[in-house]
């Protein structure tokens, strides 16, 4: 079975500054990665995932993630973030062979951009 | 497209009441599921479908049924609805069950249940 522990469940920062958002993930198979993004009143929209090859995946809106196999973490990162980033960001993890659909997903962690 | 779409976006029953949960896509997506969202519990997956006809449980499947009879909509019934099924449901959409596929979210419903 796998699991996903998103390790802040608010993170307040300025305007500008970088964030970076936590997960870490157990399972005992293969599994790809994925970071989605909830703004206010809305479904959840994709912003990247892991399935294979370099480590560092780019995303929409200027965020990347870094799959870390030994530490089994995908954190999320952006260099400089704006007001509009405000939202709830879940991690979430699923089986390589899983023909289901099924996602595993984070706690969530709510993003808050100050001006 | 108009997407994934989910009807109604706010609803209130009372304990006891059924009621269906509408969900439509236009994208001719074989795959759809629902899920619960619940704070400090991230989205957990409720029944799914990988086509017309073909319907399973996912990882909380008690109180809720569904069914999919054309590829367009998949509906989630309450039977008898519980306080404990107080929660956000999101209605997503894929071209396959295979995660490589990126998954397509409704808006959600937002239930209360007293």
């Known amino acids: 079975a796998q699991s996903v522990t998103q390790l802040d469940s608010q993170v307040p920062v300025f305007e500008e500054a970088p964030v970076e958002l936590r997960c870490n993930y157990s399972s005992s198979v293969s599994v790809y990665l994925f970071w989605y993004v909830q703004y206010p009143n809305q479904g959840l929209q994709l912003l990247l995932k892991y399935l294979s090859g370099s480590t560092l995946v780019k995303g929409i809106n200027g965020f990347e993630a870094e799959f870390n196999k030994s530490q089994t973490s995908f954190h999320l990162r952006k260099p400089s973030v704006h007001i509009s980033d405000t939202a709830e960001y879940f991690c979430?993890?699923?089986?390589?062979?899983?023909?289901?659909?099924?996602?595993?997903f984070g706690q969530g962690t709510t993003l808050q951009v100050k001006p | 497209n108009a997407g994934v779409t989910q009807t109604p976006k706010f609803q209130v029953l009372k304990t006891g009441q059924s009621m269906t949960l509408q969900c439509a896509q236009d994208m001719n997506h074989e795959y759809m599921s629902w899920y619960r969202q619940d704070p400090g519990m991230g989205l957990r997956l409720i029944h799914y479908s990988v086509g017309a006809g073909i319907t399973d449980q996912g990882e909380v499947p008690n109180g809720y049924n569904v069914s999919r009879s054309t590829t367009e909509d998949f509906p989630l019934r309450l039977l008898s609805a519980a306080p404990s099924q107080t929660s956000v449901y999101f209605c997503?959409?894929?071209?396959?069950?295979?995660?490589?596929?990126?998954?397509?979210f409704g808006p959600g419903t937002r239930l209360t249940v007293t």
């Open positions: 979430a993890v699923s089986e390589t062979s899983s023909n289901t659909g099924k996602l595993i």
């Open positions: 997503a959409s894929s071209r396959s069950g295979r995660v490589t596929y990126e998954q397509y």
